[in-house]
């Protein structure tokens, strides 16, 4: 394999398409040597198929607002490879959407779940409607146009939509509600991230979030440090951010920053049970802003335009979106003395930040590997909607702890350097690989 050429290939077919081409790079440049260890891998041309999604669909959601004008946006669905499970992956709502965005998270969620070793392919989809500002009814009608050009080509063995930005509780049941009426089936395995009352699995809410710190703790123990008395900063306020913050704290950590698009909080005392129910509310009112936080808390201070990685801290966990965390902003952080940053949010970091903190020698590991803990308690949730019967809080967070761990192992096995030094992110990328590849090269070309 010659990244190089392939890449070139791919930017001729694919212009202008940044995040999927930065995204394939990253794997590409990260499998290569263990790729040309397989002749067979290259003669069945693994990586060229590998790369382009099985199919992508592209439909108009047509829907009317509240003043009862007619609003137009683009749906979009792609599903990426099904080599090792159905297609699964979250559907994202928001205005900056388009399909290099979700190729890339495709294409990233293909090895993120063959890293949980469930038998789960990768997709991705969504729509560039702002769910921000917009009422609840209004929320529910799009919904609905959503899944009405969507339900026809998901199903439980099929293709397994979740939530993801701008897609939470209240969205999968309005779309659940709709494709049970188109399809006349009460079928919970079609969508994940359901309500406990109707199909649900305890603990997802929180399972993104619980995972990364399952995975942050294992990396710090195989390092000899703790989580007990570090300082953390966490980009975002959502459920990702609130799930963080809550493991954060719970295992011993002071969590002294979180931040919106408007700014950034500092909380030097760290997050009480009310301060991480009021991120809840904040995320519910659609607003998008952080800074009531500090009008509700007087121990903390809100600074408009900055960003969490000003505020010194041990440990960065980037839970917003992509490419957050920037080359200025890694220099920052080492500057202030971090020495951990883990990728919450999908491709949290550019491959500026990434190379700055690898050449620092500090722990790092990518979106792939921290975040699995949603996908991986999604693929739970399939399960139980399979036996039809529900698990307990504990029973769940016992496998989601045992899966955070096996991929941290698996990331140790392929990312061991000889000076010792773990390269988490090449050990995520070869174990997803070549899991979905030997799997590919064992059905044949298709």
Not at 128 to 136: E, I, L
Not at 419 to 441: E, P, R, S, T, W
């Amino acid at each position: 394999m010659n990244v190089t050429s392939i890449m070139t290939d791919l930017e001729r077919k694919h212009p202008g398409e940044n995040e999927y081409l930065q995204a394939v790079r990253e794997v590409l440049e990260s499998i290569e040597e263990t790729y040309n260890e397989h002749p067979e891998f290259e003669k069945a041309k693994i990586v060229e198929r590998m790369v382009e999604p099985d199919r992508i669909f592209t439909f108009r959601v047509t829907w009317v607002d509240d003043s009862g004008e007619i609003q137009t946006n683009i749906g979009y669905r792609i599903q990426f490879n099904s080599a090792i499970g159905p297609y699964k992956g979250g559907i994202r709502f928001h205005k900056a959407v388009n399909p290099s965005m979700l190729k890339f998270l495709g294409f990233e969620q293909t090895f993120k779940n063959a890293l949980t070793t469930l038998p789960m392919g990768g997709a991705k989809g969504g729509s560039d409607f702002d769910p921000v500002g917009k009422s609840d009814a209004e929320i529910m009608r799009f919904c609905q146009a959503f899944m009405l050009e969507l339900w026809n080509n998901i199903g439980p063995d099929t293709d397994v939509p979740a939530g993801d930005v701008g897609v939470g509780g209240r969205e999968i049941g309005y779309m659940y509600g709709m494709y049970k009426k188109l399809a006349r089936e009460y079928n919970t395995g079609v969508l994940t991230g359901k309500g406990m009352t109707w199909g649900g699995s305890l603990v997802r809410p929180e399972a993104t979030g619980f995972g990364a710190l399952y995975f942050v703790e294992h990396m710090l123990a195989k390092a000899g440090r703790s989580l007990k008395g570090v300082t953390v900063a966490i980009s975002g306020f959502g459920n990702v951010a609130w799930g963080a913050a809550t493991k954060a704290t719970e295992l011993g950590a002071r969590v002294i920053a979180i931040s919106g698009p408007d700014g950034v909080i500092y909380n030097p005392n760290g997050m009480t049970k009310e301060k991480i129910d009021y991120m809840l509310e904040l995320r519910a009112s659609n607003r998008n802003i952080v800074a009531p936080f500090a009008e509700r808390f007087p121990d903390a201070t809100f600074t408009p335009g900055k960003k969490a990685w000003s505020v010194k801290c041990d440990i960065a966990l980037p839970c917003a979106f992509q490419n957050e965390l920037n080359g200025d902003d890694a220099k920052e952080l080492l500057a202030n003395g971090t020495w951990c940053t883990a990728e919450v949010s999908n491709m949290g970091c550019t491959p500026e930040a990434i190379a700055t903190f690898q050449q620092a020698g500090i722990l790092f590991a990518p979106g792939k590997a921290v975040n699995a803990g949603g996908v991986a308690t999604s693929g739970l949730e399939m399960t139980q909607n399979a036996m039809h019967i529900s698990w307990s809080a504990a029973e769940v967070d016992e496998k989601l702890h045992y899966i955070m761990q096996n991929i941290h192992e698996q990331c140790v096995k392929y990312g061991t350097q000889a000076d010792g030094y773990i390269n988490y992110v090449k050990g995520a990328n070869i174990a997803g690989f070549m899991k979905v590849a030997q799997a590919m090269l064992e059905q044949g070309i298709v």
